[in-house]
């Protein structure tokens, strides 16, 4: 139950919520420094190949903490013989969803580390087959909060996601007057090397009157945007009450 590829915002529902990107790119209102980084070292999730076919084999594989995963199949550089299917350490998962947030865990690049199909309880003793960069991208929850399943995708082809921050919400004049906020993207994608690390880019409601917004044109944008968003696509407005 998706609302459009272009929008980076959770969609609840009775089976599930899944979120959606869209993309985007760069600085806003000079509040980010245009000079490079030195990105921070990037967490690690466990994996193992899927191989399980039947449902009796699929239940014993989530009542013994996997979560089902798949790989973007634009994801084009895994060695020979290993699958884009996988099961993924729910405890681990769970643990950095619920320390970063729902924005923060989708926006975080995570190196996975791809384990042989002998895994089980020791994989620390198994044989990594592969190590690629990936975002969590697409998140199934269950009504009891459970993460289901997960497809993850690659900033080569999905661009460098940097979360947005709004700001002064508490002092927006259309607020005030009983509008109501609207925040159409969570995090823009940017087309920039795995070396470059962008702080998070601020917004700030506070001088937005009802009936105004901010677009992607008024971003002050240093680097190439991964989606074909226009100029004019919101990034927020305050809405008529």
Not at 129 to 143: D, F, G, R, T
Request: hydrophobic share 40%.
């Amino acid at each position: 139950m998706l609302r459009g590829w272009l929008r980076a915002t959770a969609v609840c529902s009775k089976h599930g919520r899944r979120f959606c990107d869209n993309a985007a790119g760069a600085t806003a209102k000079g509040d980010v420094d245009s000079k490079s980084f030195k990105s921070p070292q990037k967490p690690r999730l466990w994996a193992m190949e899927r191989v399980s076919k039947t449902k009796a084999q699929r239940v014993a594989s989530m009542k013994a903490w996997r979560i089902p995963a798949c790989i973007d199949f634009m994801v084009d550089w895994l060695p020979e013989g290993v699958g884009s299917l996988l099961y993924l350490d729910k405890l681990q998962v769970h643990q950095f969803y619920w320390k970063l947030g729902d924005p923060g865990f989708i926006c975080t690049p995570f190196q996975l580390d791809i384990y042989e199909r002998a895994w089980e309880k020791h994989y620390e003793k198994a044989k990594v087959l592969a190590s690629v960069e990936l975002y969590p991208h697409l998140i199934n929850i269950n009504e009891d909060e459970d993460i289901i399943n997960i497809t993850l995708v690659s900033p080569k082809h999905w661009g460098r996601r940097c979360r947005l921050h709004y700001l002064g919400e508490q002092d927006c004049i259309g607020l005030k007057k009983g509008g109501i906020i609207k925040k159409s993207l969570t995090y823009l994608a940017l087309d920039c090397e795995r070396e470059r690390f962008l702080p998070d880019i601020k917004v700030d409601l506070s001088n937005l009157d009802v009936g105004e917004e901010i677009l992607i044109k008024d971003l002050s944008l240093d680097v190439n945007l991964m989606s074909n968003l226009k100029p004019t696509t919101p990034v927020c407005q305050v809405l008529s009450p």
